[in-house]
T-cell receptor, first 112, second 114 residues
Framework: NAGVTQTPKFQVLKTGQSMTLQCAQD?????MSWYRQDPGMGLRLIHY???????DQGEVPNGYNVSRSTTEDFPLRLLSAAPSQTSVYFC???????????FGPGTRLTVL | AQSVTQLGSHVSVSEGALVLLRCNYS??????LFWYVQYPNQGLQLLLK??????LVKGINGFEAEFKKSETSFHLTKPSAHMSDAAEYFC????????????FGGGTRVLVKP
């Protein structure tokens, strides 16, 4: 199993540009989530999904969209990037019946 | 609502010394508690977790944590620090009633001095 994979590893955007951060898992996990990591603030939940076709907002959803068309993939979209979205983004997944989340390696995003 | 406080954003220890990282939580129901470690430029890796079984939990790499309900704490310890323990450590809490969504503390960065 590759586990949780994320692409790209690094990205630089200009203010107003759009992009999609990709996340995929091959463990057949129902639950997937996106976090952003900022210094001193730990990880904060952006959006999550409990299965294909079902998504919900987390703690800091503004400026981000998600969809879940398959069990494996959970992309995060920035429609109009802002400097405040400069952060490291982590995707995670787990079986719905368990409590342990598995994290991807992260995407470091800089918005100029 | 659940929340997590980690006391000290940076901790410096000598190699061979005790590592103690503090975590206090608030939760309206019995929580699940986790410690994750993040090595430089990597994702988060689960160190250990408490899910209402034994209050003293042993994890990987010689770490352990003790759940103390009366103190709402879940401090992480390791008797003897190794250079490879230099990393950032995150405490997290989840509630089954809240769909097991994780709430993280701010993190503690550990520096190990030779």
């Amino acid at each position: 199993n590759a586990g949780v994979t994320q692409t790209p590893k690094f990205q630089v955007l200009k203010t107003g540009q759009s992009m999609t951060l990709q996340c995929a898992q091959d463990m057949n996990h129902e639950y997937m989530s996106w976090y952003r990591q900022d210094p001193g603030m730990g990880l904060r939940l952006i959006h999550y999904s409990v299965g294909a076709g079902i998504t919900d907002q987390g703690e800091v959803p503004n400026g981000y969209n998600v969809s879940r068309s398959t069990t494996e993939d959970f992309p995060l979209r920035l429609l109009s990037a802002a400097p405040s979205q400069t952060s490291v983004y982590f995707c995670a997944s787990r079986l719905d019946s368990t409590d342990t989340q598995y994290f991807g390696p992260g995407t470091r995003l800089t918005v100029l | 609502a659940q929340s997590v406080t980690q006391l000290g954003s940076h901790v410096s220890v000598s190699e061979g010394a005790l590592v103690l990282l503090r975590c206090n939580y608030s939760s309206s129901v019995p929580p699940y508690l986790f410690w994750y470690v993040q090595y430089p430029n990597q994702g988060l890796q689960l160190l250990l977790k408490y899910t209402s079984a034994a209050t003293l939990v042993k994890g990987i790499n010689g770490f352990e944590a003790e759940f103390k309900k009366s103190e709402t704490s879940f401090h992480l310890t390791k008797p003897s620090a190794h250079m490879s323990d230099a990393a950032e450590y995150f405490c997290a809490v989840s509630e089954k009633a809240a769909g097991n969504k994780l709430t993280f503390g701010g993190g503690t960065r550990v520096l190990v001095k030779p």
